[in-house]
């Protein structure tokens, strides 16, 4: 069994920063593209940051140039830092992966998602 396992939300004033991570608890070779996502109260869900095939790292409009997303390749764990944060950025932050074992191959993983909260 696989399970996406997050730490590092909470609350913080506008202007502050916080850090995510997610990484998957069981074998890390049977999942692959972890990536986040967030969801704001009464708002759709929205992709905040990925890695392409090209090995870029995509980032959503209203993110770019205060997060930064990285990984550790050998664990499949991924980060993210969220810098300059403002009340917009309020949301439950999820992160996401995708099986590529024989086993589990296109299925969907998420983690419980991490409560951002910026409030002055």
């Known amino acids: 069994q696989i399970q996406l396992v997050e730490s590092g939300g909470g609350t913080v004033q506008p202007g502050g920063s916080l850090t995510l991570s997610c990484a998957p608890s069981g074998p890390v070779r049977a999942v692959a593209g972890i990536d986040w996502y967030r969801q704001a109260p009464g708002k759709q869900r929205e992709l905040v940051a990925t890695r392409t095939s090209g090995g870029r790292t995509d980032y959503a409009e209203s993110v770019k140039g205060r997060f930064t997303f990285s990984r550790d390749n050998a664990k499949k764990a991924v980060f993210l830092q969220m810098n300059s944060l403002q009340p917009d950025d309020t949301a439950v932050y999820y992160c996401?992966?995708?099986?590529?074992?024989?086993?589990?191959?296109?299925?969907?993983?998420w983690g419980k998602g991490a409560q951002v909260t910026v409030s002055s």
């Open positions: 996401h992966a995708v099986g590529v074992a024989p086993h589990n191959k296109g299925l969907d993983y």
